[in-house]
């Protein structure tokens, strides 16, 4: 079946660090993989999305490139801002179908 | 454009009470689905629906849980009776058509504690 493993948290960071979310993923056929961001008291955000091997989504600083020789879709940013701290899950549906298998989620914590 | 609507925001019940959440999807989305989310975890589907017709509720514990969705727009999730695990933030979501690229689009939740 379908799993989605992301690294734990929290990821405590100072502003301007440089952030990685490592997200790793079993699938069968050619699955869509996703980042969605849920800040404090408020639903799930799509952030960014690739659908085939070798795409780059990218998205208010974010980025994360479909990695099918290594089945992974890591988040990066250059440079984080305490307004980035949230809670990241990343995500996958398999082609044909919506329903999306997540993570468990990190949650990042961006000091001044 | 308004996105997803879900109310009430928060609910706390005993357990063996029974409780519904209420969904508004962004018009003209056919696609609807409502999510639990344990505290700690990521969100688990509990039902699809396209229009009105269930895709999948493979996961939707039938015992206790139920979901329609009248006239393709709206949608209730009723939980009865209540357990404690039940505890989590219902998530619901819409998009424009089923299928792996499309976007889903989330409410910001219901957040029940059985007691």
């Known amino acids: 079946g379908n799993s989605v493993t992301q690294m734990e948290g929290p990821v405590t960071l100072s502003e301007e660090a440089f952030l990685t979310i490592n997200c790793t993923y079993t699938a069968t056929g050619y699955p869509s993989l996703f980042w969605y961001v849920q800040y404090p008291g408020e639903g799930l955000q799509l952030l960014l999305k690739?659908?085939?091997?070798?795409d780059k989504g990218s998205n208010k600083g974010f980025e994360a490139t479909y990695r099918k020789e290594t089945t992974s879709f890591h988040l990066e940013k250059g440079s984080v801002q305490v307004s980035d701290s949230a809670v990241y899950f990343c995500a996958l549906t398999n082609s044909g179908y919506s329903t999306l298998t997540f993570g468990k989620g990190t949650m990042l914590l961006v000091s001044p | 454009e308004a996105g997803v609507a879900q109310s009430p925001r928060y609910k706390i019940i005993e357990k063996r009470q029974s409780v519904a959440f209420w969904c508004n999807p962004i018009s003209g989305h056919a696609t609807l689905y409502w999510y639990q989310q344990i505290l700690g975890q990521g969100p688990k589907l509990l039902i699809q629906?396209?229009?009105?017709?269930?895709?999948?509720d493979s996961q939707l514990p039938k015992d206790r849980f139920s979901a329609e969705r009248l006239k393709g727009v709206d949608s209730t999730l009723k939980i009865q009776p209540a357990k404690l695990e039940d505890s989590a933030v219902y998530l619901c979501a819409s998009s424009i058509l089923a299928g792996g690229r499309e976007t889903q689009y989330f409410g910001p939740g219901t957040r029940l504690l059985v007691l």
């Open positions: 690739a659908t085939k091997a070798d």
């Open positions: 629906f396209q229009n009105n017709g269930v895709v999948d």
